[in-house]
């Protein structure tokens, strides 16, 4: 089970998220067929989105998406509050079947299948107009842009590590932890964490030993007080599309289209791009619709 875990340390000046999300990328890779290139890249924002997703409250929604040069095209992953101590995630790539040699470091090359480009964050509230965030790809590796995003978004300083770890057999661990500084951050708190940033393992390499969410965490705030309140959520793969969405959009298309539709295919299909789940009408359902105009 995925579990993303919450918390703070040195009074509260340091803020913590790490979750491990093994069986989420696999999800993803299993409904979307990804390369492993693919999965690396798709993997790592959507461990990124679960973990910024701690942080939505009620209806809040969470959206990052990074549009490259590079062969994957895009990558876009949500979060969201999907019920008492869970965040739902979900993410694609327009080109999952992208792949690529590994790096001169023996690393997925992330970086190159993403090329450069940009992060767009957005975050919908329950009321009021969304918040939109942009910012240059850093270096395309995920992390290290997630961080630019709070830095030069948020101003908030911060440590984003995030990891896929997979070989020919399937993903074998994934995860992340995000550190983040608050204002009053004494200059030592400021030095620990970037000296454990430095010397810490991969968090996939922390993973695959057996390391938990709050593990990750233990690491990256080795040798700060971390405050016992936590919290603890379980992260999921889910989707919110549905039939009804699929309807609405046809009856979008206007009356005499749904009809030349009805009257050429004896069936419409569409295939939600986040889940893969696919919706077909007949050509009679197509022509229900077209009453529900009337
Ligand atoms: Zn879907």
């Not at 999907?82 to 997925?108: C, E, M, Q, S």
């Not at 329950?126 to 709070?150: F, Q």
């Not at 705030?221 to 889910?238: C, K, Q």
Request: hydrophobic share 40%.
């Amino acid at each position: 089970m995925d579990r993303v875990v919450t918390a703070s340390a040195a009074n509260g000046t340091v803020s913590f998220v790490a979750g491990t999300t093994t069986e989420l990328v696999r999800e993803a890779q299993r409904r979307h067929d990804l390369a492993p290139t693919a999965s690396a890249a798709v993997g790592r924002l959507i461990t990124a989105a679960a973990l910024l997703g701690a942080s939505l409250k009620g209806r809040e929604r969470l959206t990052l998406q990074i549009v490259g040069d590079g062969p994957i095209g895009s990558i876009t992953a949500d979060a969201w509050n999907g019920g008492p101590d869970v965040i739902a995630t979900r993410g694609y790539a327009r080109n999952g079947y992208a792949d690529l040699p590994l790096n001169a470091r023996g690393k997925f090359d992330v970086a190159r299948v993403i090329g450069n480009g940009q992060l767009q964050v957005t975050k919908q509230y329950e009321v009021g107009r969304p918040y939109v965030g942009i910012v240059p790809l850093e270096t395309g590796e995920i992390g290290d842009d997630i961080a630019s995003y709070l830095a030069n978004s948020q101003q908030i300083p911060s440590v984003v590590a995030l990891g896929v770890l997979a070989d020919p057999n399937g993903i074998r661990a994934a995860g992340g932890v995000i550190a983040q500084l608050l204002p009053g951050a004494a200059d030592d708190t400021i030095a620990r964490l970037e000296a454990n940033a430095q010397s810490m393992a991969p968090v996939t390499t922390q993973i695959a030993e057996g390391a938990d969410a709050r593990a990750l965490i233990e690491r990256l705030a080795d040798g700060m007080l971390l405050r016992a309140h936590e919290n603890v959520y379980t992260a999921t793969f889910d989707c919110r599309c549905t039939r009804e969405r699929f309807e609405r959009a046809l009856i979008g298309l206007g009356r005499d289209e749904l009809l030349k539709i009805a009257s050429e295919q004896p069936e419409t299909e569409a295939t939600c791009d986040f889940c893969k789940r696919r919706y077909v009408l007949t050509s009679a359902e197509v022509e229900q619709l077209v009453a529900k105009l009337d």
